[in-house]
């Protein structure tokens, strides 16, 4: 039996917390009929978890049919396959026979004779035909983008009004959206804001993109969609959640012990599983600090590959200012004198990182790392 799961997300019996968060989602959606909510926070605190699991409460209500879309899956990363997965993820929460998919999918793939021959076929129903139609002229030019959009995000708005229920449309990574084509959110807004039979949540990790799409004035999602940022686990969730995992698996830690494995992870949930796990690897069956810190130095170890994967994403010279931070410079002129290069250039890269959601402005000059864990693992790889 795991006791901990990393690697994907906790759903189910593993979930654990949140439960305000599901509460607030489900009386707003699920019983109110609320629009939708943008929720973001940083990588690793257990996003993709909390949206899987109210899919998973939506699914248990007969008049709301939850739809879960996961961008980053995309494959080939281009705008007309997003739209035809949308489309699918949509008829396969509404249709049973997964036969029809199946050739869905396939004409997809095809040609546009391949489209056109399942269309006389019969066996599909208008809603899937208005798509699969507009899909056929932009295969052969007659149809643009504009017009693919506009039928893959009425899908959701068409099919909760046929069968008099609530379609709640779940896109994960949305701020992956914007790469695709520019103007898409804007466009996806015009079609949402008529919906009546359909809500959408859409979420990132990107925490400065996603706040940019809906707090101020001029974004797309102003006043439309209710932001909620995600944050980690306080030390009360986190220690009553060791504590339960660790008698499960027949280990018994005192409250010191939770109390410093909160401040190491500072209450991400991923952290949190992966650093219990690394103690349950341990074999110790009564956790003192020493266990705690050989099985975070394990944990460190395994995660390598993933941290160093994590600054594949920057340039180098924002590479160098990240770890500059990383290892204590965290005023901007420490580290521009760190780095050899001039404040205002320095400022630029603290910009790019905020924006990528590596950093955050504590005080004024100041910044600091976001991820805990990131952050001691540049500090024993670059200290």
């Not at 810190?293 to 200012?321: I, Q």
């Amino acid at each position: 039996m795991a006791i901990f799961r990393i690697g994907g997300p906790v759903t189910g019996k593993d979930f654990y917390g949140r439960e305000n968060v599901l509460k607030m989602l489900y009386n707003n959606i699920a019983e109110k009929g609320v629009l939708g909510y943008v929720v973001y926070g940083p990588r690793r605190i257990g996003k993709t978890s909390l949206l899987e699991e109210f899919a998973n409460m939506l699914g248990k209500k007969k008049s709301v049919t939850p739809i879960y879309f996961d961008v980053s899956s995309l494959h080939p990363f281009d705008i007309e396959t997003f739209h035809d997965q949308l489309f699918l993820k949509c008829v396969s929460a509404f249709e049973p026979k997964k036969e029809i998919k199946s050739r869905i999918m396939d004409a997809l793939k095809g040609s546009a004779d391949a489209l056109a021959n399942l269309l006389r076929s019969g066996e599909v129903s208008a809603i899937i035909k208005d798509y699969l139609q507009v899909r056929i002229g932009v295969k052969e030019k007659k149809a643009n983008l504009q017009d693919l959009i506009k039928k893959s995000f009425g899908v959701p708005e068409s099919l909760g009004k046929e069968t008099e229920s609530r379609a709640v449309l779940i896109l994960d990574e949305f701020q992956m959206v914007d790469d695709l084509e520019k103007n898409t959110v804007w466009a996806i807004r015009s079609i949402i804001q008529e919906w009546k039979n359909a809500s959408i949540i859409v979420c990132g990790s990107e925490v400065s993109l996603l706040e940019q799409m809906i707090l101020p004035k001029t974004a797309p999602f102003f006043q439309l969609l209710r932001p909620y940022q995600l944050g980690p686990f306080d030390e009360k969730t986190s220690v009553n959640m060791m504590r339960e995992r660790f008698n499960l698996a027949g280990l018994s830690a005192d409250d010191e012990i939770l109390e410093y494995i909160f401040s190491i992870t500072q209450g991400y949930p991923y952290y949190l599983q992966w650093l219990g796990d690394k103690i349950y690897d341990s074999g110790k069956k009564k956790i003192g600090k020493e266990t705690v810190e050989s099985s975070l130095g394990a944990l460190l170890n395994e995660g390598d590959p993933l941290f160093r994967s994590s600054l594949e994403k920057l340039s180098p010279l924002e590479k160098d200012t990240f770890i500059e931070i990383g290892l204590g410079n965290e005023q901007i002129s420490k580290i521009a004198h760190a780095i050899g290069k001039p404040v205002p250039t320095i400022a630029k890269m603290l910009e790019r990182l905020i924006e990528k959601s590596f950093v955050k402005k504590r005080a004024e000059g100041e910044y600091v790392l976001i991820d805990p864990i990131l952050k001691k693992w540049v500090q024993i790889t670059y200290g």
